[in-house]
Nanobody, 124 residues
Framework: QVQLVESGGGLVQPGGSLRLSCAASGFTFKSYPMSWVRQAPGKGFEWVSGISGHGGYTNYGSSVQGRFTISRDNANSTVYLQMNSLKPDDTAVYYC?????????????????RGQGTQVTVSS
């Protein structure tokens, strides 16, 4: 059974940093791309970032490009999102997703989001 458990969220001041983690289990982690999306209050899901199974391909949404970095540790079945220079507009629930197939994609709908998410609040 596929499980994705996000952690690392919290309250941070504008300009601060957070590192999100997503622990995965129930599938061959290294074979699948992984992604992060977010949902702000009253809004739809927004693509944040994706990374291929081997980590060689990454993609970022325009609103986070240059501030966020995605990475993965295939030995420990974990994907990370390092978030720097955080802004109030980054406030959202962040979810990690597993690729529906073993192909690289930077499209939100090509991923399956099963976790509970982790809340990130950026406020002074």
């Amino acid at each position: 059974q596929v499980q994705l458990v996000e952690s690392g969220g919290g309250l941070v001041q504008p300009g601060g940093s957070l590192r999100l983690s997503c622990a995965a289990s129930g599938f061959t982690f290294k074979s699948y791309p992984m992604s992060w999306v977010r949902q702000a209050p009253g809004k739809g899901f927004e693509w944040v970032s994706g990374i291929s199974g081997h980590g060689g391909y990454t993609n970022y949404g325009s609103s986070v490009q240059g501030r966020f970095t995605i990475s993965r540790d295939n030995a420990n079945s974990t994907v990370y999102l390092q978030m720097n220079s955080l802004k109030p507009d980054d406030t959202a629930v962040y979810y990690c997703g597993k690729g529906r197939g073993q192909y690289w994609s930077a499209i939100l709908r090509d991923y399956d989001y099963r976790g509970q998410g982790t809340q990130v609040t950026v406020s002074s």
